[in-house]
Nanobody, 115 residues
Framework: QVQLVESGGGLVQPGGSLRLSCVVS????????MGWYRQAPGKQREVVAT????????NYRDSVKGRFTISRDNTKNTVYLQMNSLRPEDTAVYYC????????WGQGTQVTVSS
């Protein structure tokens, strides 16, 4: 059974930075395309960024381009999301999953951007 454990969230002021981590157990992610997703209160979950298994192709939603960076360390079975220049509209619970969201969701990590 695949387990996803996200961490690194918190409360940050606008313009601040956070680095999220997602440790995956129960499978080997080196053959998996992975993604970060987020869900704000009252809104549907949306994709933030995706990365292919080798990291050779990366995509971002338009609102985070130039501010967020997705990366992965297959030796640690971990995916990262570096978030810079955070905005209040980035406030959400952030989750990781494979690119097609086939695994059960983890608990996520709360990111709150507020002054």
């Amino acid at each position: 059974q695949v387990q996803l454990v996200e961490s690194g969230g918190g409360l940050v002021q606008p313009g601040g930075s956070l680095r999220l981590s997602c440790v995956v157990s129960g499978t080997i992610i080196s053959i998996k395309d992975m993604g970060w997703y987020r869900q704000a209160p009252g809104k549907q979950r949306e994709v933030v960024a995706t990365i292919t298994n080798t990291g050779g192709s990366i995509n971002y939603r338009d609102s985070v381009k130039g501010r967020f960076t997705i990366s992965r360390d297959n030796t640690k079975n971990t995916v990262y999301l570096q978030m810079n220049s955070l905005r209040p509209e980035d406030t959400a619970v952030y989750y990781c999953n494979d690119r097609w969201m086939r695994w059960s969701w983890g608990q996520g990590t709360q990111v709150t951007v507020s002054s």
